[in-house]
């Protein structure tokens, strides 16, 4: 099925957990409580916003590692949003030639992408699938391509986090958008304060 028509019949899915606030995706667990809200922007934000010691890899590039993740677990909200993300954070860092290539990470491919990112890429992808499957080679060969121990540690990271992400979105099936356009106000805001800022409330009908 084309991934257009996929994303269609996802916006046309009901949330089959009761008591959920009325919002889309991964805000229905932020909003749940209010501390659960503030870990989870906060984890997002240490994994992809804040500096991390040792670590070389943009912002754009660790969107792009949560975008390739969410898309291995064929979480349609977060790809589409980290996607979104990072083509904000992208446009924001001046790198707007890496765009393109978040097509390629929604259907599972690295082409295009250098052979570090190509590396981290794996990393992120094999430990989302079985994280036992991750070997000392592959960590071996992302160091040898110009990764930092902190890179390799993020790809671990993200992965873990954002698998955990994409299965509370899933497994509430939480409400997610017909189209991607939705998401650039959002991720307009996340390029310029991060996950920490929290989204405006619903307008009130």
Known sequence: MARDEERRLRALEQPIVGGLPDVPGIGTAMRLTPQLGTHLRGLADQ????PFPGATISRGQREMLAT????????FFCMDSHAAHATAVLEHEGGTEAIPLLEALKVGSSEGFDPKMQALLHIARTVRANARQLTAGDTEAACAAGATDADVQLAVLIAAAFSMYNRIVDGFRARTAPSVEVYSQRAAEIAESGYSAPAPAPAKS
Do not use: G, P, T
């Open 47 to 50: 994994l992809l916003v804040d």
């Open 68 to 75: 390739a993740v969410s898309a291995a677990n064929d979480c």
